[in-house]
C-alpha cells in the first residue's frame, strides 16, 4: 500500500514538473527569459518537421523580443503558442 501512494505520488511530481507553468505571464525579464531557453531546449528535444521547428524558432524569437522589451503579457501569450506547435 506505501509502495503505491509512493509511486503515485511520483507520478503526480513527474507530470507537475514537465508542463512550464503558464498559468501568469512571466515575473520579469529573467523569468521570460529562462522560459523562452526552456522552450527552446524542448523543442530540439522534440525533434520537429523543418516547417514545425521554422515556425516554433520565429515563435521564440519574437518571445525573447518581448521579453528585451519587457512586453510580459505578449510574452505570455507568444508562449502559449510556442507550447501548442511544439507539441
Known amino acids: ?3 503505491t501512494i ?3 505520488a511520483a507520478l503526480v511530481t513527474t507530470s507537475v514538473l514537465a508542463v512550464p507553468a503558464l498559468a501568469a505571464p ?3 525579464q529573467d523569468a ?3 522560459l523562452a531557453f526552456s522552450l527552446a531546449e524542448k523543442a530540439v528535444a522534440k525533434k520537429l518537421s523543418e516547417a514545425d ?3 516554433v524558432d520565429e515563435l521564440i ?3 525573447e523580443g518581448q521579453c528585451a522589451e519587457g512586453k510580459l503579457a ?3 501569450a507568444t508562449a502559449k ?3 501548442a506547435a511544439i507539441k
Open 26 to 28: 512571466p515575473a520579469d
Open 81 to 83: 503558442e510556442a507550447e
Open 61 to 63: 524569437a519574437k518571445l
Open 1 to 3: 500500500m506505501l509502495k
Open 6 to 8: 509512493a509511486a503515485a
Open 74 to 76: 505578449e510574452a505570455e
Open 32 to 34: 521570460c527569459n529562462a
Open 53 to 55: 521547428a521554422a515556425k
